[in-house]
């Protein structure tokens, strides 16, 4: 009996002492877990720190690689200058030279004003021959736009016309803003279709995309806007997402040559009464054999240049036969009269030699005036 008891005594104790040990046991267990579970916090803190850092610093990076261009280049030349071709095919293929050398130096307004002085400001009715005076500024305008308009656009905007008639012979523009069809874009130009949405959503627009786009407003249908598209799409979706924006943001904010615009001017100094932006041209050049030579030049920047060139007979002609003004010496509009090809080996330069000598001689200067800028800052 004794031993029984013992034995049961022996039991107890040692149930116990195990009791004891395993209680130790959790104990250090649960301090290991709670250790584990703060460093493990710890790491996710420090992650998502190092996350936001590096998120910042892309930031920051996107934003100094995203200096746009504030300034804007301007373009005039009279519609005459079409005249001195013998055909319409020549005519074309005129108005596709001064468009693309307007494209290759980033113009981004070309003015086409009648140096006969009639009041042109449409491009609507029909080309009635060479040699018609006005008509010939019509032909340019329409032929510019058309080229500038992207390919995936045209056939809604330019119906069958006797202008374009040899239109297709042109050299592409290939600007940035002609995307083909499956190129990744941030921003591209669309047409804002006739189609029903739901009720609060945005219309939809074809940006030349496998897909439409639907934006963020209601606009009417037949409008071309400029839309930038959502960084992240969900491509299940039967459509893409996007917002409309100004068609100066992509020049603006994406450092891109989005095109030009296309406006007709009645007179030469029309040119300077009507321009698009608040406070007019605060930089003006006439360019003329009898100008002083841009060798010599330096340009201060400015917000928006204006280079103005001349037909046939110069810029004195233009003067001479615009009534609104009573000056005879041209030079005395502008703020720089320049000669761009100084030792010329011919009498003449015709005005799409003349775009394009003068551009790539302005375009070491506009680059010098803002990198000082840049560089003094």
């Known amino acids: 009996m004794s031993t029984g008891v013992a034995m ?19 104990k250090a267990e649960k301090k290991e877990a709670q250790k584990q579970r703060k460093e ?35 373009v005039a030349l009279p519609g005459s200058v079409l005249d001195n071709a ?18 290759v130096f980033c113009v981004d307004e070309i003015i086409v004003f009648d140096e006969q002085g009639e009041d042109v400001k449409s491009v609507e009715g029909e080309f009635k021959g060479v040699g018609k005076k006005g008509h010939a500024c019509i032909q340019l305008a329409r032929i510019l736009q058309y080229l500038e308009c992207p390919q995936y656009l045209r056939k809604w905007f330019f119906p069958k016309h006797q202008d374009l008639q040899y239109a297709g012979l042109l050299n592409p523009l290939d600007s940035p803003h002609h995307m083909r069809i499956d190129e990744e874009s941030e921003y591209r130009e669309g047409i804002v279709l006739d189609r029903p949405t739901k009720q609060g959503k945005g219309s939809l627009v074809n940006c030349g995309m496998r897909k439409d786009v639907q934006i963020d407003k209601q606009l009417q249908s037949g409008l071309r806007v400029t839309v930038q ?12 997402k996007g917002m ?11 450092g891109l040559y989005w095109g030009y615009s296309v406006r007709l001017a009645s007179c030469l100094s029309a040119v300077f009464t009507e321009s698009p ?76 030699e003349a775009i394009l000598i003068s551009m790539s001689g302005l375009r070491q200067k506009i680059t010098a005036a803002f990198s000082d800028v840049s560089n003094g800052s």
Not at 290 to 301: E, F, I, K, N, V
Request: with cysteine; proline share 3%; hydrophobic share 30%.
């Open 8 to 26: 049961k005594r022996l039991k107890t104790v040692s149930s116990q002492s195990e009791e004891k040990l395993d209680w130790k046991k959790r």
């Open 277 to 352: 932006y608040k406070e007019g041209y605060d930089l003006t050049i006439g360019t003329s054999e009898r100008g002083s030579h841009m060798d010599q030049t330096t340009l201060s920047p400015f917000k928006h240049l204006l280079v103005v060139f001349g037909g046939l007979q110069g810029l004195e002609a233009s003067v001479d036969t615009d009534q609104n003004l009573d000056v005879t010496d041209p030079s005395v509009l502008f703020d720089l009269y320049l000669n761009t090809c100084p030792g010329q080996g011919s009498r003449t330069i015709r005005t799409e």
């Open 40 to 74: 493990a916090k710890l790491i996710k803190q420090l992650e998502k720190q190092k996350q936001q850092e590096a998120a910042e610093r892309a930031k920051l990076e996107e934003s100094q690689n995203k200096k746009g261009r504030a300034y804007t280049v301007s």
């Open 244 to 254: 409309v924006v100004a068609p100066h943001v992509p020049r603006t904010e994406g």
């Open 86 to 103: 013998q055909s319409t095919e020549l005519r074309t293929y005129l108005a596709g030279q001064i468009a693309r050398a307007c494209v």
């Open 229 to 240: 598209l959502n960084k992240t799409q969900n491509q299940e979706s039967r459509m893409y």
